[in-house]
């Protein structure tokens, strides 16, 4: 557990999927906005264990670390947040992806749960860089990585599929400032 003044980040416990399930569906039309295509079963307590599962395999094998974030006065899922595509050899990074619940837009957490896991992935997993994506029009998203530190590389043209289309994507990173 990771423990900042106002979230924690904790892997999310299979005995929390329905919390999980109810954070995806209550926020579903919000998350769908800036998301990849969702399968029929995601929506699904089974597609939500199943996914829990996935996150465990996956910490095993070094290919990606996912954490809830939880209001530290009320122990509540408000969002997620993860690194995926764990790359190691000689580039030592990942990606990182994460969904705040939209009531709680707005109130810091999701910047500080942003620098928790950055801390993480360089003191812990000893990763050099972290990349972002954000699409260009999602302002809040790139306030949150920029107050964490994270600064503008550039625009990848169409580079991730949502809602059928072809979306352009601002890159962020991070580099770890020990290396």
Known sequence: MFKG????LKPIALKEVEALHDLNVRNSDF???FSMSRSEDYYTIEG???RIRQFNENREKDLGYHFGVYKNDEDTLIGTIDLFQVLRGSLQGAFIGYFLDQEHNGKGYMTEAVKLIVKYAFDELNLHRIEAGVMPHNIGSIRVLEKAGFHKEGIARKNVKINGKWEDHQVLAIINPQD
């Not at 003044?5 to 924690?8: E, F, G, S, T």
Request: proline share 0%; charged share 40%; glycine share 0%.
């Open 5 to 8: 003044d106002k979230v924690y």
């Open 31 to 33: 998350f769908q906005q």
């Open 48 to 50: 939500q264990k199943e």
